[in-house]
């Protein structure tokens, strides 16, 4: 399903979605570890979607583009020298719903295990998409910053349906919204990447940005 996936990377990353820290699993849960990666491979259909849009207001807290405009310290220091805007949404696939589903019901331990698996493979998905985007735009003189998703710091969870909205997700890749903001499929993510001409080096994670700095499944923490 994906290309050029890392498959020690992949496992570190279930590991800490487990809830391990640094410590190594056993060799029963490693086992299932394995065993969900290629049932989730299986099931997967991932697909993504993104627009650039110019920005046209970056000031402190106020992030304007197009005809929008977001309330947001948070995002505003993510997006601090920013010429551009990228919004982005990306998902799994309902197969990994049904597969997590029907898990749940007939072995809840493996059911753990998938859901972090899969939580793992979402990310790395979503790690290659965004490397794709940014080959295109080195070329042009363009570099990215780390993802940042409705819901990290002050920038408001409600945003995900305008972004959706906007990238007619529905349709483009079949990711669906609640009411209460819940995705369909759950394994997808929304995000808003900025876009500057200056290299500044950033790290491709968003937990750096994120103000949680007691949270144990921080990267930087493992």
């Known amino acids: 399903m994906l290309i050029n996936r890392d498959h020690d990377r992949l496992k570190k990353e279930a590991v800490r979605y487990l809830g391990y820290g640094r410590n190594a699993v056993d060799e029963k849960t490693s086992a299932l570890i394995e065993s969900a990666f290629k049932e989730l491979d299986s099931a997967a259909n991932p697909k993504?979607?993104?627009?650039?849009?110019d920005l046209t207001r970056t000031e402190g807290t106020c992030i304007g583009f197009g005809q929008v405009e977001i309330q947001s310290r948070s995002l505003g220091r993510n997006l601090k020298g920013c010429e551009q805007i990228i919004l982005f949404g990306a998902t799994l696939g309902i197969g990994v719903d049904q597969l997590l589903?029907?898990?749940?019901?007939?072995?809840?331990?493996?059911?753990?295990?998938?859901?972090?698996c899969a939580s793992a493979l979402l990310e790395e998905y979503c790690d290659q998409c965004q490397e794709q985007i940014a080959e295109i735009l080195r070329k042009e003189g363009r570099f990215?910053?780390?993802?940042?998703?409705?819901?990290?710091?002050?920038?408001?969870?409600?945003?995900?349906?305008?972004?959706?909205q906007i990238l007619d997700?529905?349709?483009?890749?079949?990711?669906?919204?609640?009411e209460?903001?819940?995705?369909?499929?759950?394994?997808?993510?929304?995000?808003?990447?900025?876009?500057?001409?200056q290299d500044a080096g950033c790290r491709s994670v968003p937990c750096e940005e994120c103000d949680k700095k007691d949270?144990?499944?921080r990267r930087d923490n493992i």
């Open 48 to 53: 993504f979607v993104y627009r650039i849009f």
């Open 215 to 217: 949270c144990k499944y």
């Open 169 to 178: 997700c529905a349709k483009q890749i079949g990711l669906t919204m609640t």
């Open 144 to 164: 990215l910053r780390p993802r940042f998703s409705p819901g990290y710091g002050d920038f408001p969870i409600d945003f995900q349906k305008q972004l959706m």
């Open 101 to 116: 589903a029907r898990k749940s019901v007939t072995d809840m331990a493996y059911a753990v295990v998938a859901q972090a």
């Open 180 to 197: 209460s903001y819940m995705m369909t499929p759950v394994k997808s993510v929304t995000a808003v990447i900025g876009v500057s001409a």
